[in-house]
Structure formats: structure tokens, C-alpha cells
């Protein structure tokens, strides 16, 4: 008799352990780890799902108790068994239910119809099937009249004809064709055709010659593989030092192993360009995973991956998890980027569990960024990390030239504008010069709150604590988006407190800046990229393509346009509000406003014209925009780690977030004033807190949080498992629910 663990498909603390179940003997084959059940569970034996985490021949309870599975279901993907067993580090290490993890491990989770394309061939001679014809014509039998009709007009008689075309032009249902197979007439193949969400992109393309830089690391690391060992390496190159080809001639020696390769990136934006640029060099062997897929695309391209029919996965954050057999290399580019954290339970970074993965089935990791996050670089300074460095742009294209505007000393020459004067002065010369630019903003929308000017209301997201935002449709400002929980209101032309007509926008996003730009240059071609403009399947692709062919001269957009984007025509960048994210209550604001901004000028002069970026500021002497002005990594690493330092934040210190949300106010507050003292019992920790977060409602659930900083990770790891256990004694607090960030 066979036994199986099931962890249930509920996301409950008291239920997140494995229940016994018997494995009925007609279910023995299909019953392993990873697969998904329906099982009766609890006193009124209702049916749940759930999931098979182990296999044994041996009870843990009375035989005569223990219940049996009811079914096996015939899932998308079946969890290999070691990430199964990540999936339990993930739970562990960032706090949420078994369950949760399987699931963020399992990216398809039901059964999706198999794409087949189906033949028909004869099973006669050309002559006996004219024969059989006229019999069944003198029985009137039509409907098999035209299938075998259809066939003998192939020219190509024994190649069959493909079945949709047989409907189509035949008017042929399965039924009849059954028909023939069961008189030998005729014999219907299928073959299984995978849904391809790769466009082909012509040609390949050659290896390029790489400078001595490039080579260097390319031949380090993929020596260091054919030895058998197994490290993370971190590139530091500037922005266009050509760290997607060092990429590339390291995964084709991989490959060449007969091992396959996870390629992440930040964005869905970056998809288009890098699955092109693989595509070129590496052929139908790569393919794509992102959530913008259908659900029949994700399913096919694990299956192609369970199989071993792909050699390289691309994607964000999910990709992570692809069910390679014989993974080799994970590859992490702009490694820096907070889209590698997941936001929902379990809020695991993609680059600890890369890391993790690898060790667990021998690979090699890259990590790899022209502004690296404070850990990494931490670690690689530590040794922890190997590090190599790119100190030049790759074909010998030079680094932009930055220029920063004060926007204080623009209020004074009475410049109310968006547009400093250097940047007027610059986009009227390139426009001129048929050369492209791009402006970047980090807040979409027209503007960036709405209020009285009156009584200084400010008009809020009913179901969350944030301010909504104004958008423009069909040319008018007419209705306010909730940016958290996408609540829609109309523009008041009232004051909704005191009644006033004077109220109004303040701030500016994406969409006023379009405006803006095409009133000032009205004979310019403007694309605008952000969350509103790419909502479709393929938006992102056809904006950026669009830009790329050159069919726009001004691009305008959020962060996702200055993520490692290669447009060798655009020679000028505008940063219009640069000390946006400085303004936001985090410890990495400075971290990510630096990289924002490098990122963000790296996109200038990346072909043979040279580049220019103007960073308007209204805090140029704050040294996360010196050093980004300058260029300056090393200078920013320092001048930060002494932050940090000062402050015990990561990298030199651990942090852990408690996240206490309920519907009910009170109960959120007294229960996060209990965790707290229960914190406060571990030694060699600082508490903070609690207090509302910052977001302190979204979706009328209320938000606590509490910190704790500890140097030893393990002692932060201690008082999150205290914490949930602490929380299944508690029956008053049951509306509550408890969220772990570490280091975040």
C-alpha cells in the first residue's frame, strides 16, 4: 500500500502541515511528487485540492482511518521534486503557507488542452481509392465523396492533407473520417503543436568579436565551468559595455555542455529585445515566459522545458522556476531592479532564490548591472561574489555627457515650465537633427494629486490611504485613478468639502507631459510608454518597435523606458523630476534614485553619435545625484554604505518587517502592539514600531507594521517562526493576517 503527504490547497496558518492519504491502486502511476489531488478532507469529507509532497510505504496513523485520494488531476505542470523542495526553503525563509510557495513555484496549475494538428492520409493506391469512390458515390454518400475527392487532387497524393483544411474546404467532420480509418481507407495522424509566443526575427546572426574586457570574463567563467566549479559572479559594466554579449558567449559554451539556462530580466518591456537578440543567435531552442502570456503559451513552454526541447527560458520574475532537467546557468540582468522582489506572499527576491536554486542542482549564477544593489556589490567585496568589471562601452561608443539643471534657479528666471532651458535648448537641436529623445518621468497619469485650493482637501482613494490621481481621457480631464487598488472616480468640478470651484491638479505625470511636449513642438511624432499605454498583450512591443524603426522622435515614459533599451539614434535623455524618489519614506531611496537616474542617462549616445543628459533637480548638491551626474558608482557605494552603517540597514545589518493586516482598525493595532512585546524578548535586537505603514490602508484593509534589525539573520529568522506560531494560539485576532519582507 502507498502512502501520500498532501499539503492542502488553503492558505491557512493551522492547516499548512502535510495529511496522510492512502494511494488508491489505480491511481499508483500517476500518483507522484508534485502532482495535484482532490481529496476528502475534514469531518464533512469535502472535496479539496491539494498537493503530493511525499511518497511512502509506510502509515503514520490507523490504516483504517486514513482516508484515500479521490483523484489525481491531470495538472498543467507537475512540480519536479526539487522545486518542491525550494518551494519549502522559500516557506522557511520568507515566511508564508507551504502552500503559497507551491504555488508561486508552480506556474500553471490546471490542465490546458494540448494544441495537436491532425492528417489525413490514404491507405490506398491512387486507382482503389478512385474505386472506392464511385461505390460510396452510387450510395450517395457525399460527405466521404469529397474527403477522398479532396485527396486525390493533392498532386503530392501520399502527403496526406492537413485536417482544418479538409473541414474547411470539404465541409468534414472527425466522424466521418473515423468512419474511413474504421473501413482502412484512410489514417488520421496527430502531432503536438506547441502555441509559440516567440515572433521569428530573420536571420542568425554571427558571435561578435569582444573586446579584451569582455573576454577576459568570458573565458574565466566558462573555465571555471569545465572545472566543475559552481560560483555567482557579479558584472559591473557601465551601460552599454556590452554585458548581454558576455551573456551570450558564456551561455553558448553552457549549452554546448548539454545544459539548459534561466535568462531574468526586470520587465516584460526588456522581453522584445533580448528574446530578438537570442532568437538571432541561438534559434528556436529559446523561448519566453511572462505574465502578459496566454495560459495555453505558459503551458506549452514548460512542457517544452520538462522535455528538453528549449535550451533558454527569458522572462521576469516567474521564469525562475522553470522545470529544467539539467540547469546549468542562471543569468540575472540588471540584477538591481526592486521587480525581482515578489509583492505578494511569500515576498521572496528572485536573487537569493537563484542563488539558492543553483547550489541546489549544481549552476553557476550571473548577476549582472551597470549599478549593482548594495548587496550584492556588499558581497562581492566580501568575496562572496566574484566580481568583474566592464569599464567601457562596448564598439567604442562613449559615455553621455551629463548636465544638471537646478529648477531653483529656473523659478528665478521665471521658468515655470517643466522644460529647464537647457533641455528646450537641447530638444530643439535634436529635433533638427532628425535625432530621437527620450524623457522620463516616474509618475504616470495627468498630474499628481487633486485639491481644494480653498480648504486644502485632497481627494482621497475611499478603500485605501493615498491620494488619487487625475488622468486624461479622449483629451479631457475627466476621471481620478486609485494607482493601488485601481478605484475610479469622476473629476469633481466642486470642492466635495467646502464646495469651492477652485480646485485643481498639482504635480504632473506622464500623460500632462505628453501634452505639454506636443504643445511646444507640434510638428514632433511623441510615443508615450507606461502602465496606461500597455495594457494589451503586445504593448510594449509595439511602442518600443515603433520607436526603434524611428517612427517617433520623442519617447516619454515611467521607469519601464530606461531598462536597459538600446536605441543607437537617441542622443539626448531628459530626467524632467530627479528627486522624485528621494522623497519617499525608504532607507534604499537614495540606492534607487541613483540607479533610476544612471539607468536612465545610460540610454543617451549607446550608437557612433555622442549623448547628452539633462537632470533637472531641485537637490543637485545631494550626492545621490552628484554621483549619478557624474557617473560615479563607487563614489555613491561608499557615501551610502556609511548610511547604512551609521543606521544598521543592509547590507551590514538584517532587517524584518511585520506586516499586521485586518479589516478592523482596532484589531490591527492591538494585535501589532502584542507582536511587538513579544519581539522585544530577543536580545541583540532593535524594535521599531509599531506604527501604521506607510500605506497604512489599501483595499480597506488596515496596515501596522513593526521593524526588527538584527546583525544574525538566523536571530530574524527565530522570531519569524515565534511570530506564526504565536499566531495560531490566537482566537481574538483570527481576522488578522501577517506578512514577513526581509531586507526589504
Excluded at 585 to 604: I, K, M, N, S
Aim: glycine share 8%; proline share 4%; net charge positive.
Amino acid at each position: 500500500m502507498i502512502f501520500a503527504d498532501v499539503i492542502v490547497d488553503i492558505s491557512v496558518k493551522s492547516l499548512d502541515r502535510p495529511f496522510q492519504y492512502i494511494v488508491p491502486e489505480e491511481m499508483i502511476d500517476d500518483a507522484v511528487i508534485g502532482a495535484m489531488v482532490i481529496i476528502p478532507f475534514g469531518s464533512g469529507n469535502r472535496e479539496l485540492k491539494g498537493y503530493i509532497i511525499g511518497l511512502s510505504g509506510e502509515a503514520k496513523f490507523d490504516v483504517e482511518r486514513t482516508k484515500a485520494i479521490k483523484e489525481i488531476v491531470k495538472q498543467g505542470v507537475v512540480a519536479e521534486s526539487h522545486l518542491l523542495s525550494l518551494a519549502y526553503w522559500i516557506k522557511e525563509n520568507y515566511g508564508s503557507t507551504m502552500n503559497d510557495a507551491i504555488k508561486a513555484v508552480l506556474p500553471v496549475r490546471r490542465e490546458i488542452k494540448k494544441k495537436v494538428s491532425k492528417t489525413v492520409y490514404p491507405c490506398q493506391t491512387r486507382s482503389e481509392l478512385e474505386q472506392t469512390m464511385q461505390e460510396f458515390a452510387k450510395k450517395h454518400n457525399q460527405a466521404r465523396v469529397r474527403v477522398l475527392q479532396a485527396l486525390l487532387n493533392q498532386e503530392d497524393f501520399e502527403q496526406g492533407i492537413p485536417y482544418e483544411r479538409l473541414k474547411q474546404e470539404a465541409g468534414t467532420t472527425m466522424a466521418v473520417l473515423h468512419g474511413l480509418e474504421e473501413k482502412d481507407i484512410v489514417s488520421v495522424t496527430e502531432e503536438r503543436q506547441y502555441r509559440n509566443p516567440v515572433t521569428r526575427a530573420g536571420g542568425r546572426d554571427q558571435a561578435p568579436v569582444l573586446n579584451e574586457q569582455q573576454r577576459n570574463i568570458v573565458d574565466t567563467v566558462t573555465g571555471d565551468y569545465r572545472q566543475g566549479i559552481r560560483k555567482t559572479y557579479l558584472i559591473h559594466g557601465v551601460t552599454g559595455s556590452g554585458k548581454t554579449e558576455v551573456y551570450m558567449g558564456i551561455i553558448e559554451q553552457v549549452i554546448a555542455e548539454h545544459k539548459q539556462v534561466i535568462v531574468l530580466i526586470p520587465e516584460i518591456a526588456l522581453t522584445f529585445q533580448t528574446v530578438n537578440r537570442f532568437y538571432r543567435r541561438f534559434g528556436e531552442r529559446v523561448s519566453v515566459m511572462h505574465s502578459r502570456l496566454s495560459q495555453g503559451e505558459k503551458f506549452d513552454q514548460f512542457e517544452r522545458a520538462k522535455a528538453g526541447e528549449i535550451d533558454i527560458m527569458i522572462g521576469p520574475r516567474s521564469a525562475l522556476f522553470t522545470p529544467f532537467e539539467h540547469l546549468g546557468l542562471i543569468v540575472m540582468d540588471e540584477e538591481h531592479e526592486t521587480s525581482y522582489q515578489s509583492e505578494m506572499p511569500p515576498k521572496y527576491h528572485a536573487r537569493e532564490v537563484a542563488v539558492h536554486r543553483a547550489s541546489m542542482v549544481g549552476a553557476s549564477v550571473i548577476l549582472g548591472s551597470a549599478t549593482p544593489s548594495l548587496e550584492s556589490y556588499y558581497r562581492a567585496q566580501k568575496g562572496r561574489y566574484t566580481l568583474f568589471t566592464l569599464t567601457k562601452r562596448a564598439g567604442g561608443a562613449s559615455l553621455p555627457k551629463v548636465w544638471v539643471t537646478d529648477l531653483r534657479e529656473e523659478l528665478e528666471r521665471k521658468n515655470r515650465s517643466i522644460f529647464g532651458g537647457k533641455l528646450m535648448e537641447f530638444m530643439q537641436d535634436r529635433l533638427a537633427k532628425k535625432e530621437q529623445i527620450i524623457l522620463f518621468l516616474n509618475r504616470r497619469g495627468y498630474a499628481g494629486s487633486v485639491s481644494c485650493r480653498k480648504c486644502g482637501e485632497v481627494i482621497k482613494c475611499p478603500h485605501c490611504s493615498v491620494s488619487m490621481t487625475a488622468h486624461m481621457r479622449y483629451g479631457r480631464l475627466e476621471h481620478l485613478v486609485c494607482h493601488y487598488c485601481g478605484y475610479q472616480a469622476p473629476m469633481p468640478a466642486l470642492c466635495p468639502k467646502c464646495q469651492s470651484r477652485y480646485i485643481g491638479t498639482f504635480g504632473i505625470g506622464t500623460q500632462k507631459v505628453e501634452q505639454l511636449v506636443r504643445e511646444r513642438f507640434p510638428q514632433a511624432r511623441v510615443l508615450r510608454m507606461d502602465a496606461d499605454t500597455t495594457t494589451g498583450k503586445e504593448g510594449h512591443e509595439k511602442i518600443l518597435q515603433d520607436f526603434a524603426a524611428g517612427s517617433a522622435d520623442i519617447l516619454i515614459g515611467t521607469q519601464m523606458i530606461v531598462k536597459g533599451h538600446d536605441f543607437p539614434n537617441v542622443t539626448l535623455v531628459g530626467i524632467l523630476a530627479a528627486d522624485l524618489s528621494l522623497n519617499v519614506g525608504d532607507f534604499r531611496a537614495a540606492e534607487r534614485t541613483y540607479q533610476l537616474l544612471a539607468q536612465a542617462a545610460g540610454r543617451a549616445g549607446r550608437g557612433e553619435k555622442p549623448g547628452d543628459v539633462v537632470l533637472q533637480t531641485y537637490q543637485p548638491e545631494h550626492y545621490s545625484i552628484v554621483s549619478a551626474a557624474k557617473q560615479d558608482y563607487l563614489g555613491f557605494y561608499e557615501q551610502e554604505l556609511i548610511q547604512r552603517q551609521i543606521l544598521h540597514y543592509p547590507p551590514v545589518s538584517n532587517i524584518l518587517g511585520v506586516l499586521v493586516l485586518s479589516e478592523q482598525r482596532g484589531h490591527a493595532q492591538e494585535f501589532a502592539d502584542m507582536l511587538a512585546e513579544q519581539m522585544r524578548q530577543y536580545e541583540q535586537v532593535v524594535i521599531l514600531g509599531p506604527a501604521p505603514a506607510s500605506l497604512a490602508k489599501a483595499k480597506d484593509v488596515y496596515r501596522y507594521v513593526i521593524y526588527a534589525k538584527c546583525a544574525d539573520y538566523r536571530i530574524l529568522r527565530q522570531i519569524k517562526n515565534g511570530l506564526e506560531q504565536y499566531m495560531k494560539a490566537q482566537e481574538t485576532y483570527r481576522d488578522c493576517r501577517l506578512q514577513f519582507d526581509f531586507n526589504l
